[in-house]
């Protein structure tokens, strides 16, 4: 008895620095902050700042032209002369590029072989018309030899030949102006200015052959616009003429653009709707913006930087 008290005192002692060593532990895995203990005030975590920042409003763009015009040719031909470059500036009706039809001498031939059919059937129907005359003028004269009915027939046929002539005289007349109509508008085709503005693009050189209705050539005027899709929420705090900035890859002056124009209706697939704002002009001529370049549009109010310097003056109330 007393041997088996002795043995449960010794398992006893034993567990003993078990037992502290994980009292220990637990007080090891959950430290009490020194801040807190000196009474120092806590620090705010950074990436909290951030997070509870409003992200800024910022707006893919593309850089358009007021008015733009692709000119094109009437007539399948080939180009004879170019008269301006791309990028040169050209003043309303001033010519582009000359065409010289393809079909000139196939319409300068259908032309001939009217003339020489017209002329035949005027031949013929002179030759039928003094036949018509030269017997009518025997009759009468032998009018005892002839009943009154041959007489008045011999008259009509006459008449009816001299009408048929007048007739072929004025279609051939007609179809002579249409084809030389046709033939001073295939002869030579000049491309104009529709505008004042500049040569965006040119797409043959003289000697090419092109087809009609293929744009040749692109004009642009100098106007610029950038075209942008925002948001419902952001469209809604947005009103026309209001103030917009702009920055372009490799700029790092903003431009300034005034809101023109804003979609009523948004795309139902992505829920963007689409506005226009228009580039100062004056800007404009030490940029050399041209259509197609993107660029960043965000309100003056909504800086790219803002998120940085919001967060920031955070950190320095933290502070």
């Not at 449960?8 to 003993?16: F, I, S």
């Not at 301006?84 to 003043?91: C, I, K, L, Q």
């Not at 491309?191 to 965006?200: I, Q």
């Not at 704002?277 to 259509?291: C, E, H, V």
């Amino acid at each position: 008895m007393n041997r088996a008290s002795n043995e449960r005192g010794l398992v006893a002692l034993g567990l003993l620095p078990l037992l502290g060593g994980a009292i220990w532990l637990l007080f090891l895995r959950e430290p009490r902050p020194v801040a807190a203990e000196l009474g120092l005030p806590q620090p705010v975590a950074a990436a909290a700042s951030e997070t509870a920042a409003p992200p800024s409003a910022t707006w893919l763009g593309v850089i358009v032209a007021g008015q733009d015009a692709d000119l094109g040719a009437e007539l399948a031909g080939q180009v004879a002369r170019v008269f301006v470059e791309p990028g040169a500036r050209v003043r309303k009706g001033e010519p582009i590029l000359q065409l010289s039809a393809l079909s000139v001498l196939g319409t300068a031939g259908m032309a001939r072989a009217q003339y020489a059919q017209d002329r035949s059937a005027e031949e013929a129907a002179e030759l039928a018309l003094e036949s018509a005359r030269d017997k009518a003028d025997r009759m009468a004269k032998a009018s005892d030899a002839y009943a009154a009915g041959d007489l008045l027939a011999a008259r009509a046929d006459a008449r009816k030949a001299e009408a048929e002539l007048a007739k072929l005289r004025a279609k051939s007349a007609l179809e002579r102006a249409s084809l030389q109509r046709e033939l001073a508008r295939a002869e030579t085709q000049i491309l104009r200015a529709p505008f004042d503005g500049v040569v965006a693009s040119r797409h043959v050189d003289p000697g090419d052959f092109v087809t009609g209705g293929v744009p040749l050539a692109r004009v642009v005027d100098d106007t610029r616009f950038v075209r942008f899709a925002l948001p419902a929420e952001a469209q809604a705090g947005l009103k026309l003429g209001a103030e917009l900035k702009l920055t372009v890859a490799g700029q790092s002056l903003p431009l300034t653009a005034a809101l023109v124009s804003l979609d009523p209706e948004l795309d139902a697939a992505s829920g963007l709707g689409v506005a226009r704002a228009r580039l100062d002009a004056a800007q404009l001529q030490s940029r050399g913006l041209l259509p197609g370049q993107r660029v960043q549009v965000f309100a003056p109010d909504s800086a790219p930087d803002g998120r940085a310097q919001r967060t920031a003056a955070g950190s320095d109330r933290s502070r």
